[in-house]
């Protein structure tokens, strides 16, 4: 069974930068079928894709965002992870963790339960 | 940047028949969108319904359908139940590596 767990600090300071890491159990993020995926939810807002990683460290952002984040993937931890710099209080959301199956119809397949970051000083 | 626009909010009565739509503010959603559709309920991660336009992720119930309706993707809910009270999001491939969800629909099942 694919399990995905996001972690992360929580509660973090406007101008910092945000590390998320996916622990990804039940596969292998070296996977070659599968892509992974960073999506976030402001409270009582939409959802929002963020960037999408492959294995092989081929990276995809989301143009809105694509100058403060730095995606990656570490095939060790089996984990992939997100950076975002430079954090507003608009950053304040919900981050799940997805299995994207990029070559299968652009499927977000799997998610974490999502973790809430707080941006606040 | 393109906006993917979905109806704010829909209700209908249960046994009812609904459909959801799923457009761009600039040009037409085809298969080569590969329109995905996803419910989620208050403090979950949300479900994937469909994808590829109209494949049913696993474990779902066949009164659940999408398809391309005109310039939009659409997704038909058949026979409404009380559980299908949901948030329920599209989201569009747009090249490049790009994805874009809508904004969502809240459905009511009343």
């Known amino acids: 069974q694919l399990l995905l767990q996001e972690s992360g600090p929580g509660l973090i300071k406007p101008s910092e930068t945000l590390s998320l890491t996916c622990t990804v159990s039940g596969d292998s993020v070296s996977n070659s079928n599968f892509y992974w995926a960073w999506i976030r939810q402001p409270p009582g807002k939409g959802l929002e894709w963020i960037a999408t990683?492959?294995?092989?460290?081929?990276?995809y952002y989301n143009p809105s965002l694509k100058t403060r984040i730095t995606m990656s993937v570490d095939t060790s931890k089996n984990q992939f992870s997100l950076k975002l710099s430079s954090v507003t209080a608009a950053d304040t959301a919900v981050y799940y963790c997805?299995?994207?199956?990029?070559?299968?119809?652009?499927?977000?397949?799997?998610w974490g339960q999502g973790t809430l970051v707080t941006v606040s000083s | 940047q393109t906006v993917v626009t979905q109806e704010p909010s829909f209700s209908v009565s249960p046994g009812g028949t609904v459909t959801l739509t799923c457009g761009l503010s600039?040009?037409?959603?085809?298969?080569?969108?590969?329109p995905n559709w996803y419910q989620q309920t208050p403090g979950q991660a949300p479900r994937s319904l469909i994808y590829n336009t109209n494949t049913r992720s696993s474990g779902v119930p066949d009164r659940f359908s999408g398809s391309i309706l005109g310039n939009k993707a659409a997704l038909t809910i058949t026979g409404a139940q009380a559980d299908d009270d949901s948030d329920y999001y599209c989201v569009l491939y747009m090249g490049s590596g790009v994805s874009v969800f809508g904004g969502g629909t809240k459905l009511t099942v009343l």
């Open positions: 600039s040009g037409s959603v085809s298969t080569s969108s590969y």
């Open positions: 990683v492959y294995y092989s460290e081929s990276t």
């Open positions: 997805a299995r994207h199956d990029y070559g299968s119809g652009n499927h977000f397949a799997h």
